[in-house]
């Protein structure tokens, strides 16, 4: 085993692809193994009228990205109508996402629960912000707000610019990044997650699991000695590629690109293929005890 991330492409051009039992095989072992898998000929094509939302001026200049959840579009701007028509556009690849997900993983598809979608029309740095916030940063995705006790944080992301490539940074193993910073976190303090729950700074209990997943998300990024000099490669994602990995593994950071669609999936444990690669069972051997609640 080596300690760099494994990137897969994938050579299917539909939403809902027939793949045989070997690309089958090999999308599973990528994902679950803490792979990116790109499918470079995956493209999401937006309809004539859909053209104008190329463009920074959609976003309200508050939040970052747009983001539609549960029927609602949040952090655009524009009127009633172009608004419902921005909303329409990230609704289709939202359903498009989902159906790639469960085409690609049918042990999935019982259990897949779709999470926001966001549309980025911002450049995907250059803004500034806290060392904590910056993308730019190698990490691993973990949600101060959100605690998910182990459950999978998958995303779908397609470039849907018509001229730049995205370009990611991706880094090492899982396994070696929380070798390397699990000793730095500190320890939860007892009713810490409590309170944090009782107080709306969290929703829901932040389990040990999470504590730990947000200490090795900050641990990373604090670390410019680490950004600068740990096992990366640089990942080219051209105009109309979609790709997708468990942004809770794969330690990635955005260094270009503008235009992007993406879709969470929040997925229990129980619809993995093999849970014993999961990061909740990985941090479970390392500290030798339970780090949340089965799922
Ligand atoms: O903007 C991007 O390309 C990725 C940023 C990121 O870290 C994420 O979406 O989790
Ligand atoms: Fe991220």
């Given at each position: 085993m080596t300690d760099m991330t494994d990137i897969v492409a994938l050579d299917a051009a539909s939403w809902a692809p027939a793949l045989a039992a070997d690309a089958q095989d090999l999308a599973v072992r990528t994902l679950e193994g803490g792979g990116v898998l790109v499918l470079p000929r995956l493209a999401f094509p937006l309809a004539a009228d859909e053209q104008?939302?190329?463009?920074?001026?959609?976003?309200?200049?508050?939040?970052k990205n747009i983001s539609f959840d549960r029927g609602k579009l949040k952090g655009a701007r524009g009127s009633a109508d172009e608004l419902a028509a921005l909303s329409r556009m990230v609704a289709r690849f939202a359903a498009e996402a989902s159906t790639l997900v469960t085409t690609l993983f049918p042990r999935y598809a019982p259990h897949v629960r779709r999470a926001r979608t966001s549309f980025r029309p911002?450049?995907?740095?250059g803004r500034a912000v806290s060392w904590r916030k910056d993308?730019?940063?190698?990490h691993v995705d973990a949600f101060p707000s959100r605690p998910n006790q182990g459950e999978r944080i998958l995303r779908v992301f397609c470039?849907?610019?018509?001229?730049?490539d995205r370009v990611w940074r991706v880094g090492e193993s899982f396994e070696a990044v929380a070798r390397r910073f699990l000793p730095g976190v500190r320890r939860q303090i007892p009713g810490e997650a409590r309170w944090l729950s009782a107080l709306h700074v969290t929703k829901g209990l932040r389990s040990p699991y999470d504590h730990l997943m947000l200490g090795l998300h900050d641990g990373a990024k604090r670390d410019l000695a680490y950004q600068a000099n740990c096992t990366q490669q640089v990942v080219r994602f051209a105009p109309g590629t979609t790709w997708l990995c468990f942004s809770d593994q794969v330690m990635h950071a955005a260094m270009s690109g503008q235009y992007m669609l993406e879709q969470t999936i929040d997925l229990p444990l129980?619809?993995?293929?093999?849970?014993?690669?999961?990061p909740l069972a990985i941090l479970e051997r390392l500290c030798g005890r339970a780090l949340a609640a089965a799922r």
């Amino acid at each position: 085993m080596t300690d760099m991330t494994d990137i897969v492409a994938l050579d299917a051009a539909s939403w809902a692809p027939a793949l045989a039992a070997d690309a089958q095989d090999l999308a599973v072992r990528t994902l679950e193994g803490g792979g990116v898998l790109v499918l470079p000929r995956l493209a999401f094509p937006l309809a004539a009228d859909e053209q104008r939302f190329l463009s920074p001026r959609w976003s309200d200049g508050r939040a970052k990205n747009i983001s539609f959840d549960r029927g609602k579009l949040k952090g655009a701007r524009g009127s009633a109508d172009e608004l419902a028509a921005l909303s329409r556009m990230v609704a289709r690849f939202a359903a498009e996402a989902s159906t790639l997900v469960t085409t690609l993983f049918p042990r999935y598809a019982p259990h897949v629960r779709r999470a926001r979608t966001s549309f980025r029309p911002q450049p995907a740095v250059g803004r500034a912000v806290s060392w904590r916030k910056d993308d730019s940063r190698l990490h691993v995705d973990a949600f101060p707000s959100r605690p998910n006790q182990g459950e999978r944080i998958l995303r779908v992301f397609c470039n849907v610019s018509p001229d730049e490539d995205r370009v990611w940074r991706v880094g090492e193993s899982f396994e070696a990044v929380a070798r390397r910073f699990l000793p730095g976190v500190r320890r939860q303090i007892p009713g810490e997650a409590r309170w944090l729950s009782a107080l709306h700074v969290t929703k829901g209990l932040r389990s040990p699991y999470d504590h730990l997943m947000l200490g090795l998300h900050d641990g990373a990024k604090r670390d410019l000695a680490y950004q600068a000099n740990c096992t990366q490669q640089v990942v080219r994602f051209a105009p109309g590629t979609t790709w997708l990995c468990f942004s809770d593994q794969v330690m990635h950071a955005a260094m270009s690109g503008q235009y992007m669609l993406e879709q969470t999936i929040d997925l229990p444990l129980t619809a993995l293929y093999d849970r014993e690669r999961s990061p909740l069972a990985i941090l479970e051997r390392l500290c030798g005890r339970a780090l949340a609640a089965a799922r």
